[in-house]
């Protein structure tokens, strides 16, 4: 059993929480993932390390309420336990000196996992900036932790509650307006703002990384679920990944693919248990 050891609402239906887990935070690197199950008869979620330290045994993980098995692992409190806890798992990002800029870029809650890959980064030797993206200022999270890792960070909302107004790629046109020389951009949030951040950069000749985690179902590889045409290839993100050239990623059948879950999400997150109510 894996003790939760902190729990934190960063944002409405948005959760933190540090779990007890030496032996996946011995080995984790930043990009990597890990599937939990909250209980016997719970379903497997795949979910990115946003953090690790080997030192006390930490996995900090991130994650928004949306369907039945998020809702159960939200209901947890501190001190209770999850039953599986197995990682780390996928490609660990490639780290390394760059010739320019690293560009985090991290939408809702795939700020969070932006963190340890921002991190290496700067421990690696490059100056890093991180662009933040959030519909409101309310729902922006661990923007002092991004601070403590990065040379300069860049807000941007929807509705212009803080920062730039607009969406992540504003901020990506802004650094480049400015010449910024940037020699990498990984992006990490929704389908949609991973794929406008890739075309935006396709013509710019920005190498550009993106995180296909929003897809996985099982993390192994058998389900199918997860598989994406990158390239001229077929790849599974959970194992081939889950980071990929954004450039070459087919994000049109990417996300139909992640339409297809979408119902069955709501209809398990609406489901109201019958047993025991008696028939009419």
């Given at each position: ?53 080997r ?37 660990p ?10 560009v985090?870029?991290?939408?809702g ?19 890093v ?10 729902i922006?999270?661990m ?20 920062g730039?107004?607009g969406?992540v ?71 081939d ?34 047993i ?5």
């Amino acid at each position: 059993m894996f003790t939760i050891l902190k729990k934190e609402e960063l944002s409405p239906s948005v959760y933190a929480m540090e779990i007890d887990a030496p032996r996946v935070a011995k080995k984790a690197e930043p990009g990597q993932f890990v599937v939990l199950r909250v209980s016997e008869t719970g379903e497997r979620i795949p979910l990115t390390i946003a953090n690790f330290d080997r030192e006390t045994g930490r996995i900090l993980i991130v994650f928004q309420v949306i369907g039945a098995s998020t809702m159960e692992l939200a209901a947890l409190g501190e001190g209770d336990s999850i039953l599986d806890f197995v990682g780390p798992l996928g490609r660990p990002s490639e780290i390394a000196k760059l010739d320019g800029t690293m560009v985090v870029v991290g939408g809702g809650i795939g700020v969070a996992p932006t963190f340890p890959i921002a991190r290496a980064m700067k421990e690696a030797g490059n100056k890093v900036i991180a662009i933040m993206g959030a519909k409101t200022k309310d729902i922006l999270i661990m923007e002092d932790e991004m601070k403590a890792v990065t040379d300069e960070i860049v807000v941007t909302t929807d509705d212009g509650s803080r920062g730039i107004k607009g969406f992540v790629t504003n901020a990506v046109q802004a650094l480049v307006d400015r010449g910024e020389n940037i020699a990498q951009i990984t992006a990490i949030g929704p389908v949609i703002m991973m794929k406008s951040v890739a075309d935006a950069t396709r013509a710019l000749g920005i190498k550009t990384i993106v995180s296909l985690n929003p897809i996985m179902v099982d993390g192994t590889g058998m389900c199918g679920g997860c598989r994406v045409t990158v390239g001229d290839e077929t790849k599974f993100a959970c194992v081939d990944g889950p980071e990929f050239d954004g450039h070459l990623v087919d994000f049109k059948g990417l996300m139909s693919r992640q339409r297809m879950y979408r119902d069955l999400e709501d209809e398990e997150k609406d489901h109201v248990c019958r047993i025991g109510l008696g028939r009419n």
